[in-house]
């Protein structure tokens, strides 16, 4: 079955060099209005029992790749106002804003949802930023997690495998 959809997502033109990982899609593709080149993994969420709705993720990624700089500009300026509101009057060194700082680097569609991958090198150069959109790309929820360069990657088959190890890891951690 999900060779029936990496065909369908292969020809449909959208990604290019793709491939099945596991049981998700992966080719990468252009962010134009992010002007970055980004690994787009797509996860039809085969675990939820049958078939992937191909027409859904498509739309999905054609929505993301095809944002338009206006779109990308909000979705910016919240992932912005999120962080900046987070660190608060905390002392900074770095001079650079971060709006000019933070590069995509990776998308993952799901049906219902899509996940952005940043890197801020000069403000947040240990770590991810990762930004949660609803199917209207707006911001849903927003991480800055540690980048650990020998971390173990660790697969999540759903979304909401992943929030729930975000959550477990974040309990742990607090007072």
Known sequence: MIHKFR???ASSGVLTDVEVREDIVVGRARVLAAQ?????????ELEDGGAPDATALLRGIDQILGVSPTQWGLIIDQIVGEVEAAVGDEPVQET???????VLKSVVVFAGTTLLRFEAPRQFPDSWIHAQLDEQLALDDLAVDAREVDAETVPFNTIGDLLDHVSEDNAQREP
């Open 7 to 9: 065909e369908a997502i």
């Open 36 to 44: 970055a080149d980004v690994w787009v993994n797509v996860d039809p």
């Open 96 to 102: 650079t804003s971060l709006r000019s700082d933070l």
